[in-house]
């Protein structure tokens, strides 16, 4: 992959935020430093599926390689998400400390972005949105390749959960709520409300539950 910045300034661009929103302490530091190299790999991977050309630059042998700008805030959002969700899955030996930094790096990444996706919440290795201020993203069950943009919401009704398949687009202002089921290569459109409801693959769905109107990408 390649970096705008060094990866020591990527790193102390995080703490910096990190010391100037909330407080910075050494574990934070620690655990930052001790999860960077595996939040790293599994940014390449996600930047690697995308066909943005903001995510990508030709290398020295002119060929198209991932590219990593933290200052491009959609991907400084990735960033942040995935460093917070590596750390709470992986650091077992200090899960309290891990607990506190993973807090501020969500914090930070709805100041910078403006939307809420927590890192309990587990995302697709391969997922991308573009200008996602509004957007809420709860703990649905998501497929490979799913996308969102603006004011977008996956939400809970009655704790439960929508399920989505593969390279489902949700498209600004929509919603997925509670007891749906969305198949693989869906359009929820703009504005479309999904509510308890299941749409079938390779559908495009506008209007809102219980008078979606439904049709077939074909």
């Known amino acids: 992959m390649i970096y705008r910045f060094p990866l020591r300034d990527v790193k102390d661009m995080l703490l910096n935020q990190i010391g100037n929103n909330f407080f910075k302490s050494i574990d934070d530091e620690k655990l930052i ?33 991932a590219y990593f700008d933290p200052l491009h805030t959609c991907q400084w959002m990735l960033f942040l998400y995935l460093a917070a969700n590596t750390i709470y899955r992986y650091e077992n030996e200090n899960p309290e400390a891990a607990r506190v930094v993973c807090d501020k790096i969500y914090g930070q990444m709805k100041t910078v972005s403006g939307c809420d996706l927590y890192y309990e919440v587990e995302m697709p290795k391969s997922f991308n949105f573009d200008h996602p201020t509004g957007s809420f993203m709860g703990r649905a069950t998501f497929g490979e390749g799913f996308s969102f943009t603006q004011g977008c919401t996956v939400g809970n ?4 959960y929508p399920i989505i ?26 504005g479309a409300v999904v509510r308890n409801q299941d749409v079938p693959a390779n559908s495009i769905v506008y209007g809102k539950t219980p008078n979606l109107s439904i049709a077939s990408r074909a």
Request: aromatic fraction near 6%; proline fraction near 0%.
């Open 165 to 190: 398949g593969s390279n489902v687009q949700m498209c600004a202002g929509s919603k997925i709520l509670g007891n749906s089921h969305i198949g693989d290569d869906c359009i929820i459109g703009e």
């Open 33 to 65: 430093t001790k999860h960077f190299e595996r939040t790293l790999e599994r940014l390449e991977t996600n930047i690697s599926a995308n066909d943005n050309k903001y995510y990508w630059r030709l290398n020295a042998a002119g060929e198209r390689e």
């Open 157 to 160: 009704i009655d704790e439960i």
